[in-house]
């Protein structure tokens, strides 16, 4: 038997609709919590095989998904880059030199330089690689990437952003200059998800979770192309590994029929109607999505959300998930009750 979340990455016809939720591991779990407390902070934890391996495999066992995604985040690669990152208490990541000119790009390291020094994420796979395949329960195993505008809007304003101004004085000032930066991170990413593949994932996600922040006539300028670009590097060496992609807020982009690429999955955010999804892109691609994470403060929300994304997509060509990522004041008994409502209602 396959794994049944592989299998319906590949369109095939499975028992029921497989489920897992982005930011599955993390901070909504008493669990996670006393593991980064045992790591010092969250940063090491990403740094330590060991005890990765153990908060990617906690959902797993608490609250039922059908797949594991791999613990890290997607600022280790600009970090191995070169850029200096650090997790403040309350603000989030903060890198301390942002990139603003040609030389501060020269000086990050780039390409088999970059992709070789993320050993411990390698590491990490390999380990989850051993302990999932002795639970023998087909669950699977996603590794994932940052899209390349994505990274960069961390590199460029050396934080997180409501405005992205800075990124985009240089999209619309110096395009020549953003585009160098996106080349040289898309070059690292390619290898990254090469080493991953290499190392034991079952399938490659990548988030392009600011994609909103482009006006829809540039977003395949500045960030759709490097991505189609990375997939078709992917499949032609690793044809039979899924890619699932996963870009937020660019349902002006999906109704436009701008949509196009070597990915098996489309990752369908909240604020996209299901429908419109399956009615684009439904032939195209297998869908994931796309409950609105805050319907998790209330079971009744849930169910009826669930109901209703199953009876659009009828278990066919879909993967259940939120429509971005679980939030760490979520009870864990409602994300329980959200994964068994998934399994339940579509069930064959
Ligand atoms: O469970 C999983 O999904 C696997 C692990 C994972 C993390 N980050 C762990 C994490 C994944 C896949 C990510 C991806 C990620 N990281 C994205 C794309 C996904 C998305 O949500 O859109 C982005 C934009 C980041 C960058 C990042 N990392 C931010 C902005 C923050 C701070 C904001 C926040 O949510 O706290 C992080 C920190 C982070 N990454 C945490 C976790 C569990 C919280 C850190 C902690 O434990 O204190």
Known sequence: ???IFVDACKGLETPYTPVWMMRQAGRYLPQY???????????????????????????????????????????VVPNEMGMKLE??????????????????????IGGEDAASKLTYVYDTIKLLREQLDARGDNKA?????????????YMIE???????????????????LLHKILKKVTEVVKLYMEKQIESGIDVVQIFDSWAAAIEPSKYNEFSWSYMVEIADYLKSKYPETPIIMFPKGVSAFIERGLVYGNFDVFGVDWGTPMAMAKEKLGEKYVLQGNMEPCRLYDKAATTACVEGIQNIMGGKR???NL??????????????????????VSKK
């Open 141 to 153: 195993l996603i590794g994932f990437t940052g899209a390349p505008w994505t990274l960069a809007t």
């Open 318 to 320: 879909h993967i259940f």
């Open 323 to 344: 429509g971005h990522g679980i939030l760490p004041d979520v009870p864990v008994e409602n994300a329980i009750h959200f994964v068994s409502e998934c399994q339940r």
């Open 1 to 3: 038997m396959g794994k």
């Open 158 to 176: 050396g934080q997180g952003t409501k405005t992205y101004n800075i990124c985009k004085k240089m999209m619309y000032s110096n395009p020549e």
């Open 33 to 75: 919590m006393a593991v980064r407390k045992e790591a010092g902070n969250f940063l090491n934890l990403c740094h330590n095989p060991k005890l990765a391996a153990e908060v990617t495999i906690q959902p797993l066992d608490i609250v039922g998904v059908d797949a594991a995604i791999l613990f890290s985040d997607i600022l």
């Open 87 to 108: 997790f403040l208490a309350g603000e989030g990541p903060v890198f301390d030199k942002p990139i603003a000119t040609q030389s501060d790009l020269d000086n990050l």
